[in-house]
């Protein structure tokens, strides 16, 4: 019966073996388990190897097993020279980049940095598992460079746990651990990685000041309108927040590296507005938000304004397909507002923009309700006006761009057409057909949950809209055209 057990033991643990083997070449992102599971074979074939050391003893007493005894003594030589040699290339490798332009070959400053790492930095890749390869290919050059390099590939989708309490809202994000210090970045180039390892060794923390005195957004408030959750999101990134009263300082500090205007209800002294612009001159960076105002008799913000359009191309805006409804939006806002942004092309689909604009890499987006619409549930993006020319009934308190800007207007639409010719008692049959089923509540709340809205139009007034749309939108397409 123990024979019976051990032999069982012994083909469980050349099968332990086999399985670590092909994890190790074919799913090299789960390797840690291949080690566990060769150990595993191992110690079980060892069992069955001194379980049955009476039966291995008398095969090796005969002459002949003696000859096969020395073949194999020999075998198992050349075994163990090449396991020596793996083991010592494993920790002892040499490397070499043949590519004429150095493609697999890190910088002098990177290596230099990386050199005078004193202590161990856990690296840890947060992406999708199929997405591992590239974070691994480059992460193995800093392996090499620097043993105090270790890195972690994790695949939020599997390990949301992990992800959450890392605060994780984004895939490609590479989060740097040293010394108590963390800092992420979430781009695999080498200057993005590089310049993570710097922040995350230096412990150099960036300040960003908010304005005050002006009914500013407060940085440190719970509130509703409060921005402590951006203060506290700013301090996960490694910067420090202050309150700045330009009206009681003669010029923004040094130490800002940012300096932000968040949502202000009256404008800024003359002298507030100099010590900004002294400020840009010198290479500063500001981040201007000019909420809508709450009523129509609200005072208006003409020294921020100016400073504003003094700024073109500094503030910009993520487009997920050049000619889309959402694209000649954002053409029309810069032609109506006197504005010029800077456009940040995606080929993929919202999706990417929506994760840039999310991290703070591109300031805004304009997109269609069920683009964005999980994005916003989710937390990620903050809405800050609707192109319709209605406020949303799901969002009450979100304004419309017309209450800043009178007579702006972009939404999509559809129309019920029929051929040129067919008889006025049909079109007007169809069309109140149409107006009662576009009337039913239940119709309307199936509707809305998509983010459309339907409206009745009688045949005079459909062709009074599209005209209206046309004379909107022909400019927009004609100056895009010239570019």
């Not at 566990?36 to 005969?62: D, H, K, M, N, P």
């Not at 390990?159 to 010394?179: R, S």
């Not at 409060?226 to 309150?243: F, M, P």
């Not at 409804?325 to 080929?347: C, F, M, N, S």
Request: positive net charge; glycine residues 8%.
């Amino acid at each position: 019966m123990v024979k019976r057990i051990l032999s069982i033991v012994g083909w469980i643990g050349t099968a332990l073996v086999f399985v670590a083997v092909a994890i190790r070449f074919g799913f090299p992102a789960k390797d840690q388990y291949g080690s566990y599971l060769a150990w595993a074979g191992l110690v079980c074939v060892l069992a069955y190897t001194l379980g049955q050391w009476r039966e291995i003893s008398a095969v090796f007493g005969g002459r002949q097993a003696r000859y096969g005894t020395l073949a194999g003594v020999s075998l198992l030589v050349v075994l163990g020279i090449l396991i020596a040699v793996n083991y010592i290339g494993a920790r002892e490798n040499k490397r070499w980049d043949l590519t004429s332009n150095k493609s697999y070959s890190l910088s002098d400053q990177t290596r230099n940095i990386l050199s005078k790492l004193d202590s161990p930095m856990q690296v840890t890749v947060f992406a999708r598992e199929q997405d591992f390869q590239p974070y691994m290919d480059r992460m193995k050059e800093y392996e090499y460079a620097s043993k105090q390099i270790s890195t972690q590939y994790i695949d939020p989708e599997k390990k949301p746990l992990v992800a959450k309490a890392n605060q994780i809202t984004q895939f490609g994000t590479v989060v740097f651990n040293y010394k108590n210090r963390s800092e992420r970045v979430t781009s695999n180039s080498e200057q993005d990685i590089t310049s993570g390892i710097i922040k995350a060794v230096t412990g150099q923390q960036k300040k960003v000041y908010f304005t005050q005195g002006h009914g500013e957004h407060d940085p440190v408030s719970a509130e509703r309108d409060g921005y402590n959750q951006a203060a506290g999101a700013l301090g996960r990134e490694n910067y420090s927040t202050d309150k700045l009263v330009l009206v009681q300082r003669a010029s923004v500090p040094d130490d800002a590296a940012v300096v932000v205007v968040a949502g202000p209800k009256i404008d800024f002294y003359p002298a507030e507005i100099d010590a900004l612009k002294k400020y840009l001159a010198k290479g500063g960076k500001l981040l201007l938000e000019l909420d809508p105002p709450e009523k129509v008799d609200s005072p208006p913000l003409p020294q921020l304004i100016a400073l504003a359009k003094k700024q073109p191309g500094t503030i910009s805006i993520a487009l997920t397909g050049i000619g889309r409804l959402t694209h000649l939006t954002g053409e029309l806002l810069q032609a109506r507002a006197d504005i010029k942004l800077l456009p940040v092309p995606y080929t993929r689909g919202p999706a990417s923009a929506l994760g840039d604009v999310a991290t703070g890499r591109v300031s805004m987006i304009i997109e269609g309700y069920s683009g964005i619409i999980g994005a916003v549930k989710a937390g990620q993006v903050k809405l800050i006006a609707v192109a319709s020319p209605q406020r949303l009934p799901e969002f009450p308190d979100l304004p419309t761009v017309a209450e800043t800007i009178p007579g702006f207007a972009a939404a999509g639409w559809l129309i019920l057409a029929a051929p040129v010719g067919t008889p006025e008692a049909i079109i007007g049959k169809a069309s109140a057909d149409l107006a009662k089923v576009v009337g039913d509540p239940e119709v309307k709340q199936k509707l809305a949950v998509t983010g459309s809205y339907p409206r009745a139009m009688t045949p005079s007034e459909a062709l009074a809209f599209v005209a209206k749309e046309q004379a909107t939108w022909l400019p927009v397409l004609e100056k895009f055209s010239a570019k």
